[in-house]
């Protein structure tokens, strides 16, 4: 009985098997990948952005989501960003959650789908310079022309909608843009004007409307790394660590030995190479060009000349305007490290008294006075009045005899014979000075 009972169980099991791989597959064997796009647009967030795409295209996922939420940043990141969503075969999703300002705005045009929350906004992407301040006339044209290809990027759109993003004369009252305003977007102006595929409360509305509410959802986070090199590539962050380096290198020079500071300003130029190594905006080929100008300096304390010390400075500095992405900002913030490093100097010299400690190993600071030890010759004072007898006649200078010791000697100003009896009178230093006995 038990022998008839396995036999059916194993021939049930065999003509279901049969069945099972001709099932359609279930909408849960979807993958979506959610990425976050937050902070500021930097070339860390560009980095980390092509490594979750990256990853998600090995993996085989249906679709990425970015999760927006960002008051905009750097030019040429956004565009680099940008790039990357163009070439990639993903079906590509903006969900704007809360703010896609500038230049987010500019990113989340070239996803195949942009959704939003009913807090969200898109636009006022005018570009700006390093100062806060406007950026020029050519800025403007290149960026207005981008804002114009990403609306470009998906047939249907006001490409005049993108445009009014960037130039405040274009008058769209409509969507509360008169002359001289920059529009930004709300979720129901978007929706209206096309730029929005709809609005969502949340992720799960986002998967809800692009049919992907069963997908198995992976979240892709920053590392460690790529958030320090985040914070360390900011804008604001590079002139602050190129400020700390040049106060550590100062305060190193006026103190003896290494210490904290020196520590503290070599800590601060890895930081940044470090920073820019992971984001990508330098090579190793930088990090081998600023150690060969640290050595150059080095060498020119033993080698004398000043050739090697000009080239070590050549080279740290072109290090650093090559580790960015950009020369002009990296030579803006390289002077605001210069200018720091110079107040540093008069502080240290004008009001601590300081010297640069460092020039003591190169320079002699030994001075031969009286006060230490130190003549010229030997002074002598135990000639004053004795008498002796010229050997030359003394014109006025010339060569006396006293005590068999043979000396050179002058007169007051007058002449005096050979063989004539003489007495010193003044003694000035190797001066010896006489006059003819009476």
Known sequence: MIRKGTVIFLAAAFFLSLFL???PAQAADEVVYVVPLEKEVERGLASFLDRAITDAEEAGADAIIFDINTPGGAVNAAHEIAKTLRETELRTVAFVNDDAISAGAFIALYAQE???????????????????NMADEKARSSWFTAMTNAAQSKEGRDVQIAQAMVDETIDLPEFNAPEGRLLTLTDEQAAEAGYSDGTVNDLEGVLSKIGMENAEVRSIEPSFLENVARFITNPIIVPI?????SIGLIVELYSPGFGVAGIMGLSAMMMFFFGHLVAGLAGFEVLILFLIGVALIIAEFFVPGGILGILGLTA???????SGDSVVYMGI???IALLVAVIGMVVMVKFLGKNLHVLKRIILSDSTNTESGYVSNVNR????????VTRTPLRPSGTIVIDDERIDAVTEGGYIDKEKQV???????SRIVVREAE
């Open 333 to 335: 913030a390289l002077s």
């Open 423 to 429: 007495k010193v009178v003044k003694v000035e230093g």
């Open 316 to 322: 740290i500095v072109a290090s650093i305007l090559l």
């Open 241 to 245: 660590l190129l400020s700390i380096a």
């Open 381 to 388: 004072l135990e000639l004053i009045g004795k008498t002796g």
């Open 114 to 132: 942009i959704y939003m929350t009913p807090d969200g906004k898109m636009g006022a992407a005018a570009v700006i310079d390093a100062a806060g």
């Open 21 to 23: 791989p001709f099932q």
